[in-house]
């Protein structure tokens, strides 16, 4: 039987060729190999899919972020390939880059803030500050540690949403580790 992790495979190959909006249950079950009854006895609904997928992508930022944090002895170093791999991350996500060119626009009011609703930047933040806050690398992040992760989420977002033409990666890391980083 075709496991949880082979579901989000089919279905980020799914988004890869039609983009969010036209993902369906039965594409992803066609994708995986499995029945239509078996993926929605799985997942309710579509939406409840992309909840998953979308988890399940904060997951394995969080384990980057986790896996960085080891080198906190050395901040600022920590701080430049934190930023860049992560934007290495972003750029090699064949399903985020489809759904962006693809749906980038019906995306849009998951970025942008609303009355009452978080956005996935605000999340992200919340998710990696748990880990860093806690970290030694805090007392080096201004101008508050909360300050500093926001606006390094929030280039690397701006980042997704409008590639950079004359920066390289290590550019955009250097940047963020400037403006943040306090020896």
């Known amino acids: 039987m075709t496991n949880g992790d082979d579901?989000?495979?089919?279905?980020?190959a799914v988004v890869r060729r039609v983009g969010?909006?036209?993902l369906s249950l039965a594409a992803v079950a066609r994708e995986a190999g499995i029945s239509r009854a078996t993926i929605y006895r799985r997942y309710a609904s579509k939406e409840h899919l992309l909840g998953v997928i979308v988890a399940h992508e904060l997951d394995t930022l969080e384990r980057?972020?986790?896996g960085r944090l080891r080198f906190a002895d050395e901040p600022r170093q920590?701080?430049?390939m934190l930023v860049r791999e992560v934007l290495d991350y972003n750029a090699g996500?064949?399903?985020?880059?489809?759904?962006l060119r693809i749906d980038g626009s019906a995306l849009t009011p998951?970025?942008?803030r609303s009355e009452g609703g978080s956005t996935l930047v605000d999340i992200v933040t919340e998710r990696a500050l748990t880990h860093i806050a806690d970290s030694p690398l805090a007392q080096h992040l201004g101008?508050?540690?909360?300050?500093?992760v926001e606006f390094m989420v929030g280039v690397v977002f701006t980042q997704l949403l409008s590639p950079a033409r004359h920066?390289?990666?290590a550019d955009i890391a250097a940047y963020i580790t400037e403006a943040i980083y306090r020896p």
Do not use: C, F, K, Y
């Open 93 to 99: 996500n064949d399903a985020l880059q489809a759904a």
């Open 167 to 169: 920066m390289s990666h």
């Open 7 to 12: 579901v989000i495979a089919a279905a980020r």
């Open 78 to 80: 920590t701080v430049h």
């Open 20 to 22: 969010v909006g036209a």
């Open 110 to 112: 998951w970025l942008i």
């Open 64 to 66: 980057l972020v986790l």
């Open 143 to 148: 101008p508050t540690p909360e300050a500093a």
